[in-house]
C-alpha cells in the first residue's frame, strides 16, 4: 500500500522513514519497530502500546496538535506505524538553528499554546505523554516558510509515543502511571521519587520546553550525568538567570513557575495553561 523512501528520523525503538501512498502519493512518515530486538519486557509492553496510544491522543483528527497516526501493519517481530509527515524539523533542531538567541516571546507563547492545546487533547483521552521535551514537537511548516528565517511561530505537532501510558478515560476512576520513564533535563520530581504519578507531569515537561525556547536553549536543571540531574530536579529551586531572561516578561516567568511546580495538587493543569497567557 506504502512505497518507502529515505530514513528521517529515530525514535526511542524504531526507524521513521519517508513513505508515499501507492494509490494517490501522498506523502507520510512510517516507524517500524522491531519488537523482537526490544529486550526489556517494559520497553516491549510500551511498543505494543504505542500506536494504539498515539491513535487515542489524535482523537480521530480532533487533536491536531499530535502527528495523527493513519494506519498499522503488524507481523510476529515487527509493527509499522504509518502517520502525517511533518515538513520541519523538531524544536530542538529549530532552537539551535537560533544560535542561542531567544525565541521571541509572542512566537514561544504560541508554541507553548499549542503545546498545551494538544497535551490537553492527550489528558482528556486518558493518555499521558511522559517524554514531551523539545525533540518529540514537530515543526509543520509550508513549503514557503523554512524554519528560522522567520520570527513568528510555526506550527508544531506533538509526536512519539513511545513512552506514553494510559490512565484512562474521564475523570472518575482514573488511574495513575508509574515507573522512572523520560528524559532526565525534562522529567517531574514525582517520576524521579518514584511510586504513582498522574497527567501533570508532560506539563513539567512542557514547562522545561517554555523555559528552553525562551532562553535561547538552556535548560532549568543540569547535571553532567542522569543521576546529577535527577537530584537537581528533586531539589527544585527554579531560577531565571538575568543574563538569560532579562527580556522575558513576569507573565512568562510567572507561567513556567507554575508549570514547573513541585507540588502536583497546585500544578496547572495542560487545560489551566491554556486559560493563562504571556507574551
Known amino acids: 500500500e506504502y512505497e518507502i523512501g529515505e530514513e528521517i528520523g529515530r ?10 501512498s501507492r494509490a494517490t502519493g501522498e506523502p507520510f512518515a512510517v516507524k517500524s519497530v522491531d519488537r523482537s530486538a526490544l529486550a526489556d519486557d517494559l520497553d516491549r509492553a510500551l511498543a505494543g502500546l504505542e500506536p494504539k496510544l498515539a491513535r487515542l491522543a489524535g482523537a480521530g483528527g480532533a487533536n491536531p496538535g499530535v502527528v495523527q497516526v493513519r494506519a498499522v501493519f503488524e507481523d510476529e ?22 544560535r542561542g538567541a531567544p525565541v521571541p516571546e509572542p512566537a514561544a507563547a504560541r508554541v507553548v499554546a499549542q503545546l498545551a492545546e494538544a497535551l490537553a487533547g492527550c489528558h482528556r483521552a486518558g493518555v499521558v505523554h511522559r517524554d514531551v521535551k523539545l525533540d518529540n514537537v514537530l515543526l509543520d511548516l509550508d513549503d514557503d516558510d523554512p524554519a528560522g528565517e522567520e520570527d513568528a511561530a510555526p506550527r508544531v505537532r506533538l509526536a512519539d509515543f513511545g513512552s506514553a501510558s494510559w490512565l484512562g478515560a474521564g475523570a472518575g476512576g482514573r488511574g495513575a502511571a508509574e515507573g522512572l520513564v523520560g528524559t532526565p533535563h525534562y522529567v517531574a520530581p514525582e517520576v524521579v521519587a518514584g511510586g504513582e504519578y498522574g497527567e501533570k507531569v508532560d506539563v513539567w515537561s512542557a514547562g522545561v520546553v517554555a523555559y528552553a525556547l525562551l532562553s535561547g536553549g538552556a535548560l532549568p536543571f543540569g547535571g553532567e550525568t542522569p543521576a546529577e540531574v535527577f537530584a537537581a530536579v528533586l531539589r527544585g529551586g527554579l531560577r531565571f538567570p538575568p543574563a538569560l531572561f532579562a527580556g522575558v516578561s513576569p507573565a512568562a516567568k510567572d507561567l513556567m513557575r507554575r508549570m514547573m511546580c513541585r507540588d502536583v495538587s497546585r500544578r496547572l493543569s495542560a487545560e489551566q495553561v491554556l486559560r493563562k497567557s504571556f507574551g
Open 11 to 20: 525514535g526511542r525503538f524504531g526507524v521513521v522513514r519517508r513513505c508515499a
Open 77 to 98: 517481530a515487527w509493527t509499522h506505524t504509518v502517520m502525517d509527515l511533518c515538513a520541519g524539523p523538531d524544536l530542538l533542531d529549530w532552537v539551535r538553528l537560533r
